[in-house]
C-alpha cells in the first residue's frame, strides 16, 4: 500500500540530523510515516503492526535519544553506536544484532571504502543505523514508500537489505573479474613484464572486498541460525515450499514428472549413478517403486524454519481392480501389528555373522512361538542388546515385512526399508589431531624447508587461507620474529597437522580413526574425507577469526586464563569448593578437566596439582583402545 513520497533527508555530513526516516507498519498492509516528535519521548511500537526507524549514527542525538528514551538494553546500544564495522550477527534476548557492509557510492569513494550498515530487530522493531548514506537503505525507502513491498516484517526487510547490499557488491565483483582477465590476457600474449603497481591495486582491492565479504556471509549463515524469533514472522519465505507441493500434487494427477527447466548437463562433481540421483530433462512418466507414487517437497525458510513433506498418491480401492483376485491368501497378522512401524536391529562384529543374524531372525519369526510374539516385544528386545561394529536396521509395520527385509539382509540385497552400515576395522593406527595451545615460535620450518612431501601440503594448504584469511602461513613460519596470536596460531597449527598428515601418507601410513581435540576437529575433518580441504580451510579460519575478535574485546576483569589438570569430573567437583572463582570448561577426557577463571586462582590449582603423577594423555588412549596412537600436533616429529 503507498504513500505520499517520503522526503530525501538522507545526510553525508556527521552533523546532520539524528532521525532520518522511520515507517510504522499495520497488520492490514497499511503504512504510514513515522513523526519524529512523537516517537521521540519513547521508542514503544504500536499497539499491532512494528516499525522501522533509521537513524544517523554519527549525530549527537542519536546516542542521546537511544541512551536516555529508546528503552532498549545497554548491550542494544552499545553495540549499535560501536566503531566496529566488521560483518557478524548475534542473538540477543528477544531479537538479534546484525552488522553488514555494503560499497561506498558516495562521491569519491573508492569501492573497496565499504560503509556499514548496523541493526536491532525484534519482531516488532528494526532499528538501523548508518554512518554516511547507504544507496540500498534509499532504495528500499522507496519501494516501500510505494507500495512495491507489500506485506514486509522485520524478517523480511532484514533480508532485503542484505539482497540489496549484495546486488551493489555483485558488479564491482565483475568489474575485477574482468580486470583478472585483462592482467591474464596481458600475462599470456606480452613479453613484457605487468606493471607492478596496478597489479598490487588490485590485489589489495580483492584482499579488502574478501575481508568483508566472507564474514558477512558467516553473518547470514549466523542470521539463519539464531534469528528465527525475527525471521519467523516473514511467512512469505515459506510460500515456495507450499508452490512445491501444489506442483507435485498436479504432477501425481498428470502422472508426470515435469521437465527440470535449463538444464545442460549434469554436474562433473555429482556422482549421480553412486547417489542414486537423477535428472529429467524431458517430462517423464511417473515411477511407481513401491506400487504407488511417492515424492518429498521441501520447504526451508530463510530464518531456519525449515519444512518436509512426504506426498503419496491416493488409490482408492475401487479403482484398483482391474481383474478378480482368486482365493485371495487369509491375512493372519493382528490388526495391531499394522498401526505403527518398529525397528528391528541385527549386527554382528562381521558382515557376515551380521547376515547370519537376521537370517536366524528371520526363521523365528516363522516359527510357531516367533509368530505369536509381537512385533514391538522383539523391537524392544533387539535395542537393549550391545550390537558389533557390522549393523542392520529394518523398517516394518507387519510381520510378513519384517520377515522380507531381513532375508534381503541375509542376502546382502538393497530393499525397502533395510539400512546397513559396517564401522571401520578396529585395526590400524589412530591418528590424535591436538587443540590449540601446541604452538610456539619457529614452529614448522625446518620442516618445511627439508621435507617436499611436507611442503607441498603446506603450500596447498597456504593458498587457500590467502585467499580466505588476507595472510600467509608460510611468511609466519619462516618468519623467527613472529609471536603467534589466537587467530594465526589456530589457523597455523591446523596447516601443520594437515601437513603431517600428508607427509604420514607420502611414506606408507594411513588412520584407521581418526581423534580430534578442539579446534583439531577441523583438520581432522579433512583427513578422515568429511570435509574437502576449501571448506576446513574456511572453518578454521572463521573460527580463528571470531575467537581472536572475542578475545580482543576482554579487557580487564574480563580476561581469563583456562589450564588443563588431571582430575576426572567428580574430582574437580570436590576441589573447586576451595576455589569458587573458576569453572569447568571442558570435560576433555575421563580423567583430564579443562577450567578456567583468573589468573592467581589458575596458577594456585595447578600449583596444587604439581605433585600428583600425570599421566600422558596418548598412552591412556593406547591402553583404552589396545592400538598405536599417534600424535599429531608440533611441526617436529
Known amino acids: 500500500m503507498p504513500i505520499s513520497p517520503v522526503e530525501r533527508n538522507d545526510h553525508s555530513e556527521p552533523n546532520a540530523e539524528a532521525f532520518i526516516f522511520g515507517f510504522d507498519f499495520a497488520p492490514d498492509g497499511g503504512i504510514s510515516r513515522v513523526d519524529w516528535t512523537k516517537i521521540k519521548p519513547t521508542a514503544a511500537c504500536p499497539e499491532l503492526g512494528w516499525r522501522w526507524l533509521h537513524f544517523n549514527r554519527l549525530a549527537a542525538e542519536t546516542r542521546d535519544w537511544l541512551e536516555t528514551s529508546s528503552d532498549l538494553d545497554e548491550t542494544v546500544i552499545s553495540a549499535l553506536l560501536q566503531s566496529e564495522t566488521r560483518p557478524r550477527c548475534a542473538a540477543y534476548e528477544d531479537g538479534v544484532l546484525l552488522n553488514l557492509r555494503g560499497i561506498n557510492h558516495n562521491p569519491g569513494a573508492e569501492p573497496e571504502d565499504m560503509i556499514s550498515v548496523r541493526m536491532w530487530a525484534t519482531a516488532n522493531l528494526v532499528i538501523s543505523m548508518r554512518s554516511y548514506p547507504v544507496k540500498a537503505i534509499h532504495e528500499i525507502r522507496e519501494e516501500v514508500a510505494s507500495g512495491e513491498l507489500e506485506n514486509l516484517s522485520p524478517g523480511g526487510l532484514l533480508v532485503a537489505i542484505a539482497d540489496k547490499l549484495i546486488d551493489k557488491i555483485e558488479p ?126 521441501s520447504g526451508f525458510g ?102 522380507s527385509s531381513l532375508r534381503a539382509v541375509a542376502a546382502g540385497k538393497p530393499a525397502q526399508g533395510v539400512f546397513s552400515a559396517d564401522s571401520p576395522s578396529p585395526k590400524g593406527a589412530v591418528w590424535v589431531f591436538s587443540g590449540f595451545g601446541s604452538q610456539h615460535r619457529k614452529m614448522a620450518k625446518q620442516l618445511y624447508t627439508e621435507n617436499s612431501a611436507f611442503k607441498a601440503a603446506v603450500d596447498e ?50 588412520a584407521e580413526a581418526v581423534v580430534p581435540h578442539s579446534m583439531g576437529e577441523a583438520a581432522a575433518a579433512y583427513v578422515s574425507g568429511g570435509l574437502n580441504l576449501e571448506d576446513a580451510v574456511r572453518v578454521i579460519c572463521s573460527r580463528s577469526r571470531l575467537m581472536g575478535e572475542a578475545e580482543g574485546a576482554l579487557v580487564g576483569d574480563d580476561i581469563r586464563l583456562m589450564a588443563l589438570l588431571e582430575y576426572s569430573a567428580s574430582e574437580i567437583e570436590a576441589l573447586l569448593p576451595t576455589y569458587p572463582k573458576l569453572e569447568v570448561c571442558v570435560y576433555a577426557a575421563p580423567t583430564h578437566t579443562v577450567i578456567g577463571g583468573p589468573q592467581p586462582d589458575i596458577e594456585a590449582i595447578v600449583q596444587f596439582g604439581a605433585n600428583l603423577p600425570m599421566a600422558r594423555l596418548a598412552d591412556e588412549a593406547e591402553r583404552w583402545l589396545d592400538k598405536p596412537v599417534i600424535k599429531i600436533g608440533r611441526a617436529h616429529v
Open 172 to 297: 564491482v565483483v565483475e568489474q575485477l573479474k574482468e580486470e583478472a582477465d585483462e592482467f591474464e590476457e596481458q600475462l599470456l600474449t606480452s613479453k613484457e613484464h605487468l606493471p607492478a603497481i596496478p597489479l598490487a591495486e588490485f590485489r589489495s582491492t580483492i584482499l579488502i572486498l574478501r575481508r568483508y565479504i566472507l564474514p558477512q556471509r558467516d553473518a547470514m549463515v549466523q542470521l539463519q541460525r539464531e534469528g528465527r524469533q525475527v525471521l519467523l514472522a516473514d511467512q512469505g519465505l515459506m510460500r515456495a515450499g507450499a508452490a512445491g507441493l501444489i506442483k507435485v500434487v498436479l504432477a501425481m494427477q498428470e502422472n508426470k514428472i515435469p521437465a527440470t527447466i535449463n538444464y545442460l548437463g549434469p554436474n562433473p562433481h555429482i556422482d549421480f549413478e553412486k547417489s542414486h540421483l537423477q535428472v529429467t530433462p524431458e517430462a517423464t512418466d511417473w515411477p511407481r517403486y513401491t506400487g504407488k507414487a511417492v515424492a518429498g517437497v
Open 302 to 403: 530463510f530464518g531456519g524454519t525449515n519444512a518436509h513433506v512426504v506426498v503419496k498418491e491416493y488409490v482408492p480401492a475401487d479403482a484398483v481392480v482391474d481383474e478378480p483376485v482368486v482365493d485371495a491368501p487369509v491375512v493372519d497378522e493382528p490388526a495391531a501389528e499394522n498401526e505403527s512401524t518398529v525397528v528391528l536391529a541385527v549386527s554382528g562384529a562381521l558382515p557376515s555373522r551380521r547376515r547370519r543374524a537376521a537370517a536366524d531372525l528371520a526363521d523365528w519369526l516363522e516359527t510357531e512361538e516367533g509368530s505369536k510374539t509381537p512385533l514391538a516385544d522383539v523391537a524392544r528386545t533387539l535395542a537393549r542388546r550391545n550390537h558389533g561394529r557390522s549393523r542392520a536396521a529394518v523398517l516394518a509395520k507387519t510381520r510378513s515385512e519384517a520377515i
Open 461 to 510: 594448504v597456504d593458498a587457500l587461507i590467502q585467499d580466505e584469511a588476507g595472510y600467509s602461513m608460510v611468511e609466519m613460519f619462516l618468519d623467527d620474529s613472529i609471536e603467534y596470536n589466537v587467530e594465526t596460531a589456530q589457523v597455523g597449527i591446523f596447516t601443520i597437522q594437515v601437513g603431517l598428515a600428508a607427509l604420514l601418507r607420502h611414506h606408507g601410513a594411513e
